[in-house]
């Protein structure tokens, strides 16, 4: 199994009903592929894990990149797995304000539209994890 992380700006401002749609369409496309992961999102930048079947996952990643509504797509972990971290979520979800974003040491810098050069963008899946069980993001 594969898992990544990335880093990517939204092409363009979305709305809750847009933002809404986006993580159910992607529940449902992981779910069918045996996708687990958790979508972390604030003030416009994108912070994603997949993990799962590695065919499927790299597939899943190039569509990503190739995904019009991101850009400036920053992969930022890859690694071979024995097991998912995310495994009882098809796609969990955050929404962090700009405040809760900075409270989070590991993303300081991280979340911008266009990280520094000398951000440390070596964000493991953990961290994601971590946001998830203290913020009690919907699964």
């Not at 416009?44 to 790299?58: D, I, K």
């Not at 796609?91 to 810098?109: D, H, K, Q, S, Y």
Request: aromatic share 6%; glycine share 6%; proline share 5%.
């Amino acid at each position: 199994m594969l898992s990544i992380t990335y880093l990517s700006a939204a092409s363009a401002a979305l709305t809750p009903q847009e933002l809404a749609h986006l993580v159910e369409q992607s529940r449902c496309r992981n779910a069918a592929k045996d996708i687990t992961g958790v979508l972390v999102y604030s003030a416009g930048t994108f912070v994603q894990t997949l993990e799962g079947p590695t065919a499927a996952v790299t597939e899943l990643y190039d569509d990503i990149v190739g995904d019009v509504r991101h850009t400036e797509v920053i992969e930022v972990w890859r690694e071979t797995i024995m097991r998912r971290t995310f495994s009882t979520w098809s796609m969990a979800f955050r929404e962090l304000t700009e405040a809760e974003a900075a409270a989070v040491p590991e993303l300081n810098g991280v979340l911008a539209p266009s990280p520094p050069a000398d951000a440390d963008l070596s964000l493991s899946p953990a961290v994601l994890l971590r946001l998830v069980d203290d913020g009690a993001g919907s699964h």
